[in-house]
């Protein structure tokens, strides 16, 4: 099992900038692509962003200029510099992450989601 903490969520105003990191722990041999996902009430999860990695970026066109995603492969963890906030950024954001573990199979984990909240 591999466990994916969040953290960095909270409420800011139109304009602001929150950063949100997620670790990965446990049974991890390669962490492969990571990226975050965010679910708006009403709405279907789609993705924000995605590092391979490699450090290759892929961005919804919602965010693509204010937002920038970023890993440490070292420490298995993965950020979204989250900047120009608009309160259509608000939702709940999920870390994902595709691992292969030491067993050699490979799964898709979630984190437990953290709530970003751009309001005045």
């Known amino acids: 099992q591999v466990q994916l903490v969040e953290s960095g969520g909270g409420l800011v105003q139109p304009g602001g900038s929150l950063r949100l990191s997620c670790a990965a722990s446990g049974n991890i041999f390669i962490l492969d692509d990571m990226g975050w996902y965010r679910q708006a009430p009403g709405k279907q999860r789609e993705l924000v962003a995605a590092v391979t990695r490699t450090s290759t970026t892929n961005y919804s066109n919602s965010v693509k200029g204010r937002f920038i995603i970023s890993r440490d492969n070292a420490k298995n963890t993965v950020d979204l510099q989250m900047n120009s906030l608009k309160p259509e950024d608000t939702a709940v954001y999920y870390c994902?992450?595709?691992?292969?573990?030491?067993?050699?199979?490979?799964?898709?984990?979630w984190g437990q989601g953290t709530q970003v909240t751009v309001s005045a």
């Open positions: 994902n992450a595709d691992v292969l573990g030491r067993d050699y199979r490979r799964s898709d984990y």
